[in-house]
């Protein structure tokens, strides 16, 4: 049965299978299938299995944010006033309905959470920080780091 068992583990090839799906989502299963060395059909079989088990969640298209005007990033540290599961909760539901923040992570260390936030420029995110950011609950303190060049993304 080999690679079709349920939540079985990744071989070799199903880990090359997500190394070029992750850079190019929409390469042919044709060409990806030359690439890991399968034919058409065990490839394909291959990627049904990896998004049933939820290897790979979705497919997306990378964005030109400079020419949607969105290209300002800045990184938010943000120290809450409590952490118990009910605050944590709270604010983990408050910031999914702030449509600027593009991601949120849990941190551990001298900090809560790292908010990554694209807006038009400078004055668009001050906007966003006093009417959405500061409002989310249980917010103690927020520290901005603004991105003067993304090298890596």
């Known amino acids: ?3 079709l068992m349920k939540n079985s583990e990744l071989d070799r090839t199903d880990r090359k299978i997500l190394k070029v799906l992750a850079v190019d989502g929409r390469v042919s299963v044709t060409d990806l299938a030359l690439m890991v060395g ?4 065990p490839c394909a079989q291959r990627i ?7 290897y790979i969640k979705g ?9 949607l005007g969105q290209a300002h990033v800045v990184f938010v540290e943000v120290t809450l006033s409590s952490t118990t ?3 944590l909760k709270a604010f983990n539901k408050a910031v999914m309905a702030i449509a600027e923040v593009e991601q949120c992570h849990m941190i ?12 038009k420029d400078i004055e668009d995110y ?7 950011i500061s409002t989310l609950p249980f917010i103690g303190q927020t520290s901005t780091y603004v991105t003067m060049e993304t090298v890596k993304d």
């Open 126 to 132: 001050r906007r966003i920080l006093g009417e959405h």
């Open 48 to 54: 049904k299995r990896l998004e049933g088990e939820g």
């Open 59 to 67: 497919y997306s298209a990378i964005v030109d944010y400079n020419r």
């Open 38 to 41: 399968l034919s058409k059909s």
């Open 108 to 119: 551990a260390g001298g900090f809560d959470y790292l908010l990554k936030i694209r807006s």
């Open 1 to 3: 049965m080999g690679f």
């Open 85 to 87: 599961d009910a605050s």
